[in-house]
């Protein structure tokens, strides 16, 4: 694994003329280098403590999680041109295991995806001698676009990292691309293996061929587009292996002072890559509009993940931040083969957003459909308040209720978390 991401690494750096100070060139300095590298980075401190409480029809008890991340962030800036991020985290269970982490056996409570352990959550050197270039070598976080395709799932405790190379650059001040080669992705349900017998939807890390492509060009802040090419090939979960070729406008419009239209739409097209069982080919739409007036936001969406009538043929994300789509309930994440239902998703939402006495707020209703039939998938009703004091410290309360009807079965969610940062 780390053979290929040195090899794809030396091969961008021979392609784009960056070239390595030889051993011979820095020994004298290198001392004093690493000393002012030290002396000058960042270092940061975090904690976040959360508890999860989940009433879920099919489970006699409840769950009921407490658990603390604590992160440690060191960068330093080896030179100008050169530095380095080093990130651990560490999650630890506050009192007895109430629920079921996906490790500790405690299968007659419902899920809670939060494992204790330690783990290296990103370990990378970055280099930017080259003009309007950055090279990421190494474990590192890769949020592409709205997350809706590659991103971290930060919502979990432990964050879903790839062990990588990438490049991004700025052509000019309005058209920007950029390429990575993922050799593994560190999935939230890490760092301990899964035991035997564990369900394969939550193994720690899936070994992986993927490549990712995507541009964007901003017209001007009432039209931007992103286009992406995404060919994830999992050596170990050929289920999720798909090839994804896609584009997202996005636009606000200023009315007047104060008043704001926004608007998105987005159209993909998948089909299977690699080893996959399946033979199919799907469709991703989403169309949203949205009006702001003096920090009150509401908005409407329409997003399609089409399926079809047999199993695997669905749309499929397995490396998007989930959590951020189709509720908070998250019922629609897994622990299934592809996530999506086989007979996709329609997902009608409508969201409230606010701000008052310092304090931010979002409500927002969900209505789900499949796609390929007539089923019904059920409602949500989701809601939170967040708020920041004291430079360093911050509050949140959620919740999610999701009502099934003829899918899965009625769950709530609630969610108290407080986070310190320095």
Do not use: C
Request: charged share 20%; net charge negative; aromatic share 14%.
């Amino acid at each position: 694994m780390l053979n290929r991401i040195a090899n794809a690494a030396l091969a961008l750096m021979v392609v784009f003329g960056i070239t390595v100070p030889t051993a011979q060139s820095f020994a004298d300095p290198f001392t004093d280098s690493i000393a002012k590298a030290i002396e000058d980075g960042t270092i940061k401190l975090g904690f976040r403590y959360r508890y999860e409480f989940v009433d879920q029809d099919s489970f006699d008890d409840d769950a009921h999680a407490n658990t603390l991340r604590t992160r440690l962030i060191f960068a330093p800036q080896i030179t100008d041109d050169w530095g380095f991020l080093l990130n651990f985290d560490d999650v630890r269970r506050i009192g007895s295991a109430k629920f079921n982490d996906t490790r500790n056996g405690k299968t007659d409570r419902p899920l809670v995806a939060d494992p204790k352990g330690t783990d290296l959550n990103q370990m990378a050197i970055k280099y930017t001698g080259w003009e309007n270039a950055t090279v990421v070598l190494g474990r590192q976080a890769m949020p592409r676009g709205n997350l809706r395709f590659v991103g971290g799932v930060e919502w979990r405790q432990n964050e879903q990292t790839y062990d990588s190379v990438s490049i991004a650059y700025d052509f000019n001040s309005k058209l920007s691309g950029y390429y990575a080669y993922i050799a593994q992705v560190n999935r939230i349900f890490g760092p301990d293996s899964l035991p035997a017998g564990g369900n394969p939807a939550f193994r720690e890390d899936l070994d992986s061929s993927i490549h990712l492509l995507d541009a964007k060009y901003d017209f001007a802040p009432e039209a931007k587009l992103m286009g992406y090419a995404y060919f994830m090939d999992f050596d170990d979960a050929d289920a999720l292996s798909n090839l994804t070729l896609g584009a997202r406008l996005t636009g606000d419009i200023a009315l007047q002072e104060g008043l704001k239209l926004s608007y998105a739409g987005e159209f993909a097209y998948q089909e299977d890559h690699g080893d996959n069982p399946v033979s199919y080919d799907a469709n991703y739409y989403l169309v949203e509009g949205g009006i702001n007036w003096t920090g009150i936001g509401i908005k409407l969406s329409y997003e399609v993940l089409e399926g079809g009538n047999a199993s695997g043929t669905a749309f499929r994300t397995p490396l998007a931040t989930l959590h951020k789509w189709q509720g908070w309930a998250d019922k629609f994440i897994g622990p299934s083969t592809t996530g999506t239902p086989a007979s996709g998703i329609e997902d009608l939402y409508l969201t409230l957003t606010g701000k008052a006495f310092g304090a931010k707020f979002n409500l927002t209703y969900h209505d789900f459909d499949a796609e390929a039939n007539s089923g019904d998938l059920g409602s949500e009703f989701d809601a939170s308040a967040s708020y920041a004091f004291l430079d360093h410290y911050s509050v949140l309360f959620k919740l999610a209720s999701f009502d099934a009807d003829d899918f899965s079965d009625d769950t709530t969610k609630f969610w108290l978390m407080l986070t310190a940062t320095f």
